[in-house]
């Protein structure tokens, strides 16, 4: 695939992605998964309320990372990160003004104080350089002329919440997502392929455990509409009994 003047000024500004395999939010646990994925899940699930770009999810994963690789944060200071991230890149990425998105409890009291948002966004701002604009992988496929539709969509989330995959840089990502989707023979480098074929098999794998849940469900749901129906013929069985006269 020849790159046209667009790809490579991408190329020239795309920074290269802060990873330190030693950081211990990337450390995979007995699930499966590390603790950078469950907080991106849960800024991802925060996101579905605003309607925002997708370009401002990819913004803010790309602060959580490099953050991360920073700064030593506990796990109480999780959430303020991931949502001062967000708010930080909605303000950067989208055309409508937006306040400071804070949190609060189920008895709507504010999880943070004014002052700790207002740290954290400084913080964030710092440690990225002052430069919050950077390339994501929708830029390129863009820049490739690849329709952002609902497929591409679900992929670049998906990748985005799997730090096994999204540590690949955004050229090769963008480029394994064409060779995913794409039924034209393209001549792709092997690194390219292989990467293509890990995100099919991850995503096999993560659809393979869906079923799995639904059908454990299913299961489940099953017994207890079988002990329901017990119950209710139990009972009935005893209210259709004639009442015995007892002896006085």
Not at 35 to 52: K, N, P, T, Y
Not at 118 to 147: C, P, R, W
Request: charged share 25%.
């Amino acid at each position: 695939m020849a790159y046209s003047s667009i790809i490579r000024d991408l190329l020239n500004r795309e920074k290269s992605k802060p990873i330190n395999k030693l950081n211990e939010f990337y450390q995979i646990d007995s699930q499966g998964i590390c603790r950078r994925d469950i907080l991106v899940q849960w800024i991802v699930a925060q996101a579905s309320q605003f309607g925002h770009s997708l370009k401002t999810l990819e913004l803010a994963v790309i602060y959580i990372d490099t953050y991360l690789n920073y700064f030593k944060i506990t796990q109480e200071y999780l959430q303020l990160l991931g949502i001062s991230a967000y708010s930080l890149a909605s303000k950067f990425n989208e055309t409508n003004m937006m306040n400071q998105i804070k949190l609060y409890d189920s008895k709507g009291q504010s999880l943070y104080q004014n002052r700790d948002y207002d740290e954290m966004e400084e913080q964030i701002v710092k440690v990225m350089g002052f430069q919050l604009n950077h390339i994501t992988s929708s830029d390129y496929l863009m820049a490739m002329n690849i329709e952002i539709n609902e497929n591409i969509q679900s992929l670049l989330m998906f990748i985005l919440l799997d730090f096994d995959i999204y540590k690949n840089s955004h050229i090769e990502l963008a480029l394994a997502i064409v060779a995913y989707t794409q039924d034209k023979q393209i001549l792709f480098t092997d690194q390219i392929i292989k990467l293509s074929q890990f995100i099919h098999h991850k995503v096999l794998r993560t659809q393979e455990v869906e079923i799995a849940k639904q059908q454990q469900e299913d299961s489940k749901s099953k017994i207890r509409k079988q002990q329901i129906n017990k119950k209710i013929s139990k009972n009935k069985g005893l209210s259709q009994q004639k009442p015995q006269k007892q002896s006085i």
